[in-house]
């Protein structure tokens, strides 16, 4: 699933990107024989399941994806945020998710990702707030949408979209608002039914060793060890 800077490529292609560095240099000084597989997202997910896929990064915490999968220490870290149009700026004054609804803003979101407790309570339980949202699983298309006013809002990774946007020839077109809709650590996440935590544990080991790194601080450009800190 091409999720740039951190994976991109397609299925014709060797995958490359941030976290596929990092998945070579873990599984490889962790001693796991690994290949790459390319699937959609909510498929992904689907086989974890039922253990005919290992393993899947870019991976938040969930009490239901806990029911069938382990997880990693955190490997980095990940900011949703609301991109809008620039000349939209004073149009829209959201400090809460409620304000969405109360405010009628048009949000496109991805098919199956996670973005926090609150957004999940409020999709499953607000009828107003739910009604607000547009689900895709193409992310170009969600661009295109808010480019031409057929969505007020994009809702997804901050480093991913400006990625995107570049990619596409709109630089200059979009700005994020300030509300931290979730900031989250991510995860690799592994099928309960395939993968002993014996693994998990020599995994993690190494991806704890290598955060400490000069390696790791030129992929990301901030120190692991300040995720670590905050785990419960």
Do not use: H, P
């Given at each position: 699933m091409p999720f740039e800077p951190f994976?991109?490529?397609?299925?014709?292609e060797e995958p490359t990107g941030l976290d596929i560095q990092l998945i070579d240099k873990v599984f490889s000084e962790a001693h796991?024989?690994?290949?790459?597989?390319?699937?959609p997202w909510k498929r992904s997910i689907h086989e974890i399941r039922y253990g005919r896929l290992d393993?899947?990064?870019?991976?938040?915490?969930t009490e239901e994806r806990r029911s069938f999968a382990n997880f990693s220490v955190p490997y980095r870290f990940e900011q949703m945020r609301l991109m809008i149009k620039v000349e939209d700026k004073n149009k829209?004054?959201?400090?809460?998710l409620k304000d969405i609804a109360k405010q009628q803003m048009r949000v496109a979101v991805h098919l199956g990702a996670f973005y926090g407790k609150e957004f999940e309570q409020l999709k499953e339980n607000d009828?107003?707030?739910a009604e607000t949202l547009f689900t895709t699983?193409?992310?170009?298309?969600?661009?295109?949408?808010?480019?031409?006013?057929r969505i007020d809002a994009v809702l997804h990774d901050k480093t991913f979209l400006e990625s995107r946007v570049k990619k596409m020839g709109l630089d200059g077109k979009f700005i994020f608002?300030?509300?931290p809709v979730n900031d989250d650590p991510i995860h690799f996440m592994f099928s309960k039914i395939s993968v002993p935590i014996d693994d998990i544990e020599r995994i993690n080991k190494v991806v704890i060793k290598?955060?400490?790194?000069r390696f790791y601080q030129k992929l990301y450009h901030y120190s692991l060890s300040s995720i670590l800190e905050k785990r419960p």
């Open positions: 994976m991109e490529g397609d299925i014709t796991c024989q690994y290949k790459f597989v390319y699937l393993m899947i990064s870019l991976a938040s915490i829209w004054r959201i400090n809460s009828a107003t707030f699983t193409d992310d170009s298309t969600r661009l295109r949408m808010l480019q031409y006013g608002l300030d509300y290598i955060g400490k790194t």
